[in-house]
């Protein structure tokens, strides 16, 4: 595998470059790929974090004067504030699903949109995909069925579910939808290429029924009211601690999928209140 290191430009395929952003933390591992698309006209997809110069000087650079396109898969800080900095480098277009945290793009695009260079050398299309996040868009090159994958699938790691904008149930039903693109590959935001498309999708879905089902079932079990710590504290024993308050995020849309599927609901407070209590609803039982 070819290594992460900030600033080196990785060749992966014939089509393919990819440029490691230096922001390394417990939420980005290693940091945030950025992935040069293209040979003769260039498509950058997503320009990374603003905090960089170095960053954006190397992706240019590595651009040589082509980059046509930026392109982005969301708009949180470690993706997409990069974009201005790169259009002032190339004058390039920005392209995104919306307007959001500061991401002006010159044009907004949506589910099926095609980007490719004149000579068709790639077709790169966008494919909604909301959970992580509301706008987030996975770009697929469809010829070689690799799949940009941004946040919603990455390596090492699942990603978190933050609501109220990150939601679980629309979150797995984008893991369907890109299980349904018969990809190959998945080249993600965050860590190394992922070889087994297929299997990787399929672990993140049985990965999240799983935390489900222990969700509803420590609910069950408990004869008090559960706090979203509580929760955390009993079922992500496996997660180091640090990570425990992250984790709450995603325990919370658990708790709000469950709600709206008439399996929980919150004893105190609301759905809307990580600080909200939880008891579990029998099937059927009515009140
Ligand atoms: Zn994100």
């Known amino acids: 595998m070819p290594e992460l290191i900030a600033g080196k430009v990785v060749v992966l395929t014939d089509l393919v470059r990819r440029v490691l952003a230096p922001n390394p933390n417990i939420m980005t591992g290693p940091g945030t790929n950025t992935y040069l698309i293209g040979r003769d006209d260039i498509a950058v997809l997503d320009p990374g974090p603003d905090d960089s110069e170095a960053h954006l000087d190397a992706v240019a650079r590595a651009g040589g004067g082509r980059i046509r396109w930026i392109l982005v898969t969301h708009t949180h800080s470690d993706h997409s504030?990069?974009?201005?900095?790169?259009?002032?480098?190339?004058?390039?277009?920005?392209?995104?699903?919306?307007?959001?945290?500061?991401?002006?793009?010159d044009r907004t695009i949506g589910d099926g949109h095609v980007v490719a260079d004149d000579v068709q050398r790639f077709r790169l299309r966008a494919v909604h995909t909301p959970g992580h996040a509301s706008n987030h868009l996975c770009y697929l090159l469809d010829r070689e069925r690799i799949l940009f994958s941004g946040d919603h699938i990455m390596s090492g790691s699942t990603v978190v579910i933050a609501p109220p904008d990150g939601d679980m149930a629309t979150y797995l039903k984008s893991l369907a939808i890109v299980a349904g693109l018969d990809a190959a590959t998945i080249f993600p935001g965050h860590g190394d290429v992922i070889d087994d498309a297929k299997?990787?999708?399929?672990?993140?879905?049985?990965?999240?029924?799983?935390?489900?089902?222990?969700?509803?079932?420590?609910?069950?079990?408990?004869?008090?009211?559960?706090?979203?710590?509580?929760?955390?504290?009993?079922?992500?024993?496996?997660?180091?601690?640090?990570?425990?308050?992250?984790?709450?995020?995603?325990?919370?849309?658990?708790?709000?999928?469950l709600t709206a599927d008439g399996r929980a609901r919150p004893a105190t407070g609301d759905i809307d209140s990580l600080d909200a209590t939880w008891v579990g609803v029998r099937p059927g039982h009515v009140e």
């Not at 190339?90 to 991401?103: C, I, N």
């Not at 079990?221 to 979203?228: D, G, I």
């Not at 710590?229 to 079922?235: D, F, G, K, R, Y």
């Open 81 to 105: 504030p990069g974009a201005a900095g790169l259009k002032e480098r190339t004058g390039a277009e920005v392209l995104g699903y919306d307007e959001r945290d500061g991401f002006a793009p």
């Open 199 to 257: 299997g990787k999708i399929e672990e993140y879905t049985t990965h999240r029924l799983a935390r489900e089902a222990e969700v509803a079932a420590h609910l069950a079990a408990s004869p008090a009211p559960l706090s979203v710590e509580q929760l955390v504290a009993a079922i992500y024993v496996g997660v180091i601690p640090e990570l425990h308050p992250i984790a709450q995020f995603s325990a919370w849309a658990h708790l709000r999928k």
